[in-house]
């Protein structure tokens, strides 16, 4: 991992964006809040994808790859889904958070609010702006990323570290066959054992059943997923999906017959690589390309 002083990464910002090389930045430069070691798993970081060129536009989404809480899918939801984006013009950060069983919420929520803080705090090194800033999630990933678009806060200006100014909202969520529920009978056991433990409270349960906790101001939403998905099942979007609904918050949702969970961006299945299709449509349509 590169770890820059804060004062390099800010003057080094525009040349990113000249040379389109990743870069891996901590979240935190000291200890992370919680950290239990000084490993890799215990800091979790940013790799930045930036664009450059004509085709640029200002908005940056953050990439939570799936795992279930306990792995990182860093490369087919991850890397090559930046790469997509960029594509796109958008630029791309790839959040490596923090893991379980090692670490339980509100850790991960942490570091998934950690890095909208960032990215919103530097947004203007990065060429985006402020109100443009998005978050992808996969599978458990996609947790992470409705659980940043259901429990948010708009900062703190009496903060001593001026990251943490910034409203941890994205204003949008991208939602991948996502986990949603903590609870019975559509939850992904495995993604709750990791976040919440063996016999979480279950108040706290409800809580993190995120289709529980949209409201008006939840960001407007896209979310796929196939009926076939055996891991974690469609019934996690479409409760999401409805809870939006029910909210007033623009969503759209496909779902796909055939498929099975953890597919990416599917480029070697002739249907369901048209997925990413539609989500650029819904980009282009809610003018974030």
């Known amino acids: 991992m590169l770890r ?69 899918a860093m490369d087919h939801e991850g890397k090559q889904v930046a790469l997509w984006l960029n594509n796109l013009g958008i630029s791309a950060f790839v959040l490596k958070y923090r893991l379980g069983p090692k670490y339980h919420h509100p850790v991960e929520m942490w570091d998934g609010q950690r890095a909208i803080r960032y990215v919103r705090a530097h947004a203007a090194d990065f060429g985006i702006q402020t109100d443009r800033i998005g978050i992808w999630g996969f599978s458990a990933g996609g947790h992470l990323a409705s659980t940043t678009g259901t429990h948010f806060d708009s900062g703190d200006s009496g903060a001593s570290d001026p990251i943490d100014h910034q409203s941890s909202r994205p204003d949008f969520m991208i939602l991948a066959y996502p986990v949603i529920t903590m609870g019975e009978p559509n939850l992904h056991l495995g993604s709750r054992r990791n976040l919440l433990g063996e016999k979480p409270d279950p108040a706290l349960v409800l809580l993190m059943s995120n ?72 980009l282009k349509v809610q003018g974030w390309r």
Request: with cysteine.
């Open 211 to 282: 289709e529980l906790q949209v409201t008006n101001r939840t960001p407007p939403t896209f979310l796929f997923h196939t009926t076939d998905d055996n891991v974690v099942p469609v019934e996690n979007s479409v409760l999401f999906y409805l809870a939006c609904r029910k909210a007033g918050v623009p969503a759209e949702m496909h779902i796909y017959l055939k498929g099975p969970h953890g597919v990416g961006l599917a480029p070697s299945d002739p249907v369901l690589r048209t997925w990413p299709d539609r989500l650029a449509d819904w």
């Open 4 to 72: 820059l002083p804060m004062l390099l990464l800010f003057s080094g910002a525009a040349l990113l964006a000249q040379t389109a090389t990743p870069q891996t930045i901590l979240l935190w430069p000291e200890d992370a809040p919680g950290a239990q070691g000084d490993t890799d798993a215990d800091k979790p970081s940013l790799t930045i994808f930036p664009v450059s060129g004509a085709a640029k536009v200002p908005t940056g989404v953050i990439v939570c790859p799936g795992g279930g809480y306990q792995n990182l």
